[in-house]
T-cell receptor, first 115, second 114 residues
Framework: AQSVTQPDIHITVSEGASLELRCNYS??????LFWYVQSPGQGLQLLLK??????LVQGIKGFEAEFKRSQSSFNLRKPSVHWSDAAEYFC?????????????FGKGTRLHILP | DSGVTQTPKHLITATGQRVTLRCSPR?????VYWYQQSLDQGLQFLIQ???????AKGNILERFSAQQFPDLHSELNLSSLELGDSALYFC?????????????FGPGTRLTVT
């Protein structure tokens, strides 16, 4: 069955420290992978996506993610976090290429930033 | 501002009632998606419309229905409401048919069923 696992419900890092948010997926076909961010009281915003090609994907706000097929992972990274990065982050897998396709979201990881 | 608008922002209603949530996509976007976000279920895809036609279906209950009108706005109808339907409902839109296109999310409608 298709699934997305974000093993960390909460993560706390200090401002300026590096960040890695984990995402593991299970998907029958070649996956389309996404990372979204949700700030408090707002809708989701796409950070980056991967479909094919270079396995290191650059996104907005200084984020990047690396697709590792052998590990079924798509971890999100940022070299130095800012207080404004405090939000909830969702990994998602899937597509809408076919009628029965759909997108599946992980449960999310809430990022807390220490000053 | 994503360009996607949703009304109302908040809705409080009683069990057994019926409500309609409205979404206006970004100008030029043909696809509309509906999602439900709750604490216990997380974020779940409900349904997608493309240019007026239902395109994909996710975990949408039979008590729920949606449609997309010729002007491309969409409505999500929730009927026979139960306490468990309390959630944040998001609408998103994208240019094309496939989810490979970036989806732009609206601010959501918070539904409280009492």
């Amino acid at each position: 069955a298709q699934s997305v696992t974000q093993p960390d419900i909460h993560i706390t890092v200090s401002e300026g420290a590096s960040l890695e948010l984990r995402c593991n997926y299970s998907y029958g076909a070649t996956p389309y992978l996404f990372w979204y961010v949700q700030s408090p009281g707002q809708g989701l915003q796409l950070l980056l996506k991967y479909f094919s090609g270079d396995t290191l994907v650059q996104g907005i706000k200084g984020f990047e993610a690396e697709f590792k097929r052998s590990q079924s992972s798509f971890n999100l990274r940022k070299p130095s976090v800012h207080w404004s990065d405090a939000a909830e982050y969702f990994c998602a897998v899937g597509s809408f290429l076919n009628r029965d396709d759909k997108i599946i979201f992980g449960k999310g990881t809430r990022l807390h930033i220490l000053p | 501002d994503s360009g996607v608008t949703q009304t109302p922002k908040h809705l409080i209603t009683a069990t057994g009632q019926r409500v309609t949530l409205r979404c206006s996509p970004r100008s030029g976007d043909l696809s509309v998606y509906w999602y439900q976000q709750s604490l216990d279920q997380g974020l779940q895809f409900l349904i997608q419309y493309y240019n007026g036609e239902e395109r994909a279906k996710g975990n949408i209950l039979e008590r729920f229905s949606a449609q997309q009108f010729p002007d491309l706005h969409s409505e999500l109808n929730l009927s026979s409401l139960e306490l468990g339907d309390s959630a944040l409902y998001f609408c998103a839109s994208s240019v094309g048919l496939a989810g490979v296109d970036e989806q732009y999310f609206g601010p959501g409608t918070r539904l409280t069923v009492t």
